[in-house]
């Protein structure tokens, strides 16, 4: 409850920071993990053919600007316990703004509901990566800026809602390297939240995209259209030829 209690009080503390422009300017820049290879900005993420960029290895990289935008690129190769051979790779991109309460150092961080991206790739399972809308709220109890004693650079620490540190995040460009802060691919009437649904074009096809309401949990997954349509093909070319046999 004291966790939802903080939320809601920054989250309307957010109006007075936003209207101020101001963040924090320790924070200022994009960070990145020891790999140096996952980079928020362009490089990542394609706004224009909603494609994510599939970097070299795994990483995670945040970027925030002084008057309080952040953005954030996830790439992460999850384990199969069940079958070491199958790793699974999940790319999560959001942007949105964010603020800081002074009272406890806490850092909440909330995302442009309708731009967030997740994509999901199961290899021997699918054929096809799955794309989909991603929001989720994110909280950090504290955070801190130092410099490396080993790489002498300076090092951003993040810990969660519940005090557990990330991996540590390293600068890699000042001022920061960002897409644009902005909605970048509204639906109807979106001013920054998420809709039930939207429609966005991929290779010039209108696709149908859901939304989840709850921004605590993964988003839904997109249909895959590849097997549909097999399945409806064979069960076509099934009928035809039970018709067939039958009169001829």
């Not at 953005?71 to 790779?89: I, M, Q």
Request: hydrophobic share 35%; charged share 20%.
């Amino acid at each position: 409850m004291l966790a939802v209690s903080t939320c809601l009080l920054l989250l309307g503390a957010g109006f007075v920071n936003s209207a101020s422009g101001t963040g924090d300017p320790q924070l200022v820049g994009t960070w990145t993990t020891k790999s140096r290879k996952v980079v928020t900005g362009p490089a990542f993420y394609d706004p224009v053919n909603e494609r994510l960029v599939e970097p070299e290895l795994p990483g995670i990289s945040y970027s925030f600007t002084q008057d309080g935008f952040y953005e954030e690129a996830y790439y992460r190769v999850l384990s199969n316990p069940t079958n070491p051979g199958c790793p699974r790779g999940m790319m999560q991109f959001q942007h949105g703004s964010y603020i800081r309460d002074p009272s406890n150092g806490s850092l909440v961080l909330s995302p442009f509901g309708v731009d967030g991206r997740q994509l999901l790739s199961d290899p021997c399972k699918a054929k096809n990566s799955v794309l989909s809308r991603y929001t989720q709220l994110e909280v950090f109890k504290r955070y801190e800026v130092i410099t490396d004693s080993y790489h002498k650079v300076q090092r951003l620490n993040l810990f969660g809602f519940d005090g557990s540190p990330l991996q540590p995040l390293y600068l890699i460009y000042r001022p920061p390297q960002m897409l644009p802060t902005i909605t970048m691919n509204p639906t109807v009437g979106a001013t920054g939240s998420a809709k039930a649904t939207g429609k966005v074009k991929r290779a010039g096809v209108e696709v149908e995209m859901e939304v989840p309401f709850n921004k605590g949990f993964p988003g839904k997954k997109e249909g895959n259209w590849e097997l549909d349509k097999w399945w409806w093909i064979g069960l076509g070319m099934t009928a035809v030829g039970g018709v067939g046999f039958m009169f001829f």
